[in-house]
């Protein structure tokens, strides 16, 4: 992979679900002997040179933090208390990632991927500098429903997405119906499974 391509990337690791559905830590889930995100993140470094973990439990991870990772802590939202993190959803951990990114790309990543293939990421970084400006992100497609927790977004899209979030918006779905995407090709759907699909977020 370009070299040039992969610094002009970050990634941005999502840990802050409750795990309500799943009854214990998805983050923690051992995969191969390894904990889930450990494993998201191993990949990503291969991927990216700065991954940044979003989770309001930076703590619950500290012995997982990998070479390349750094912690950004989520903090609720005015009007959200803080012993209930993330009743926001991922589009707010994402915004909160994204403010401290300086590339133009950046990889979105659910923590709980446990298919995720490094070869399939490398390949579509690769292809980023072919992506029309116009494309505000980059994503897989699976019957008219965006995957968005595991591709790329541009980081300009910030203010956009803060103004979507003020306004009360917390679906990727929704706020994506408002710019032109570039549909990811994906052999293997696999690759995407999480232990929360077919619940659109």
Same mark, same amino acid.
């Given at each position: 992979?370009?070299?040039?391509?992969?610094?002009?990337?970050?990634?941005?690791? &999502? $840990?802050?679900? /409750?795990?309500?559905?799943?009854?214990?830590?998805?983050?923690?889930? +051992?995969?191969?002997?390894?904990?889930? *995100?450990?494993?998201?993140?191993?990949?990503?470094?291969?991927?990216?040179?700065?991954?940044?973990?979003?989770?309001?439990?930076?703590?619950?991870?500290?012995?997982?933090?990998?070479?390349?990772?750094?912690?950004?802590?989520?903090?609720?939202?005015?009007?959200?208390?803080?012993?209930?993190?993330?009743?926001?959803?991922?589009?707010?951990?994402?915004?909160?990632? &994204? $403010?401290?990114? /300086?590339?133009?790309?950046?990889?979105?990543?659910?923590?709980?991927? +446990?298919?995720?293939?490094?070869?399939? *990421?490398?390949?579509?970084?690769?292809?980023?500098?072919?992506?029309?400006?116009?494309?505000?992100?980059?994503?897989?497609?699976?019957?008219?429903?965006?995957?968005?927790?595991?591709?790329?977004?541009?980081?300009?899209?910030?203010?956009?997405?803060?103004?979507?979030?003020?306004?009360?918006?917390?679906?990727?779905?929704?706020?994506?119906?408002?710019?032109?995407?570039?549909?990811?090709?994906?052999?293997?759907?696999?690759?995407?499974?999480?232990?929360?699909?077919?619940?659109?977020?």
């Amino acid at each position: 992979m370009n070299i040039d391509l992969k610094r002009d990337v970050t990634t941005i690791v &999502l $840990a802050g679900g /409750k795990s309500t559905r799943m009854g214990r830590d998805k983050a923690l889930i +051992p995969m191969v002997g390894v904990p889930m *995100l450990q494993l998201i993140c191993t990949i990503a470094e291969a991927c990216t040179d700065k991954v940044y973990i979003v989770t309001p439990w930076p703590e619950r991870y500290q012995e997982l933090l990998t070479p390349k990772s750094q912690f950004i802590p989520e903090v609720p939202l005015p009007g959200e208390t803080g012993n209930e993190p993330r009743t926001h959803g991922p589009l707010v951990g994402f915004i909160q990632g &994204l $403010a401290a990114v /300086k590339t133009n790309w950046v990889l979105l990543l659910a923590c709980d991927l +446990p298919n995720l293939r490094l070869e399939i *990421l490398q390949d579509w970084i690769s292809k980023l500098d072919t992506i029309p400006e116009n494309k505000m992100a980059a994503l897989v497609q699976n019957n008219q429903i965006w995957q968005p927790l595991c591709g790329f977004y541009r980081r300009r899209c910030l203010p956009e997405l803060n103004q979507y979030v003020e306004e009360g918006g917390r679906s990727f779905q929704q706020w994506l119906k408002s710019y032109s995407v570039e549909v990811l090709p994906l052999e293997d759907s696999q690759m995407l499974f999480n232990f929360n699909k077919n619940i659109p977020e």
